[in-house]
């Protein structure tokens, strides 16, 4: 079955009729849930049925992002709190085995929790390197302030949630950590010469640029482009993204109706698509948003859709896990990542 070239939210914790319809009709690639969408275990799960059955393939993605820290769409009482990934970092420091092991145990349990679910995608990990001054957006979610070390969590972040069946989504590429801007709010601008960009911000995606999947920063890179955000820059996406950093898989952009982006919903949607990306990412759960996301993407093929399908294909079996014992030990790590900072 042929699919559009969007990811859509939808409003509550069951499909509305409108919603139904439009699934059927405008048949988008995958579906993302956020807390509007969650109540229980039941009815997520009957939630991710509901839409796999409107959009008439058993197999279609459905994404959350479960990072843990402050970005947890499922939580208590139903599911467990996750840890920040500034406590790997902290432990990282400590002991660097012992902090990748307590990220790879987060994300292997996080995936058991949303492989309960039918869930099959994580926008994880992230890769961004804060910087002084910058947004507290980022803050605490990242995983240190040195690109080798942010991307050997990420890695580990990302073996995770392999291990448990669930396909990761590497963000904010090519970075969001300098941003001294909530791109929800405002379009920020990093002045920073390319050539520390690439030491930096950069280096801390290109030893993970064989991640299936990427999610864009809806940042402005004055040295690369000084007129367009990288979503929907076509220097940034060619040059930087696919070019210097080297990322060869599914691109999906950041929120299109986040307000770092301008014009209307429909004509940030062309952008988006025309500057390269595979995917355009849409959340609110606005029925009349939806569709004009719809109008606006093609059908999925060429590239985007090989792309797409080596994405899917990456997902691999889950293995086993002993949760309680997982859970144990993960938490005994936290413990000594809290002891660090005491």
């Known amino acids: ?23 059927r009709a405008e048949r988008p690639w995958g579906f993302i849930l956020f807390k509007r969408n969650v109540v229980t275990p039941a009815q997520v799960a ?6 796999r059955d409107a959009a008439g393939a058993p197999d279609v993605p459905v994404l959350i992002d479960q990072e843990g820290g402050r970005v947890q769409r499922l939580g208590p009482p139903h599911w ?27 994300a292997r349990l996080i995936a058991a929790d949303l492989a309960d679910l039918g869930i099959t995608v994580d926008c994880l990990p992230l890769a961004d390197v804060p910087v002084a001054g910058a947004d507290a957006v980022i803050g605490n979610r990242a ?21 448990g069946g669930v396909l990761p989504v590497l ?47 809806h940042v402005v890179f004055s040295a690369v482009d000084p007129a367009h955000p990288a979503t929907t820059s076509a220097t940034m996406i060619e040059q930087v993204i696919r070019g210097a950093i080297g990322f060869q898989g599914l691109l999906m952009s950041d929120d299109v109706s986040m307000n770092a982006l301008a014009g209307t919903i429909a004509e940030r949607t062309r952008a988006i698509v025309s500057a390269g990306c595979d995917m355009v990412l849409h959340c609110n ?9 719809a109008s606006q993407t093609p059908e999925l093929t060429g ?6 399908n080596r994405a ?19 938490d005994a790590l936290i413990a000594r990542a809290n002891t660090a900072t005491a």
């Open 171 to 217: 963000k904010h590429i090519p970075g969001h950590g300098r941003a001294t801007a909530d791109t929800h709010f405002k379009l920020p601008t990093v002045d920073t010469s390319r050539d520390e960009l690439m030491r930096t911000d950069f280096a801390a995606f290109q030893p993970l640029s064989d991640l299936p999947m990427a999610m864009t920063a």
């Open 285 to 293: 759960g606005n029925i009349d948003e939806m569709r004009d996301v």
């Open 46 to 51: 009957a939630l991710v049925a509901e839409l």
């Open 312 to 330: 899917l294909a990456a997902r691999k079996a889950p293995h086993p896990v002993d949760r309680v014992a997982a859970r144990t030990e993960l």
């Open 80 to 106: 467990p709190v996750y840890p920040s990934g500034a406590v790997f970092s902290t432990l990282y420091d400590r002991d660097s085995a012992l902090g990748l092991k307590a990220a790879r145990l987060s």
């Open 1 to 23: 079955m042929t699919t559009r070239a969007f990811i859509t939210g939808v409003s509550g914790p069951e499909l509305t009729a409108d919603e139904r319809a439009f699934i």
């Open 303 to 308: 590239e985007a859709l090989e792309r797409a």
């Open 143 to 163: 995983y240190g302030t040195e690109p080798a070390k942010v991307a050997a969590i990420a890695r580990a972040v990302t073996e995770g949630l392999e291990q």
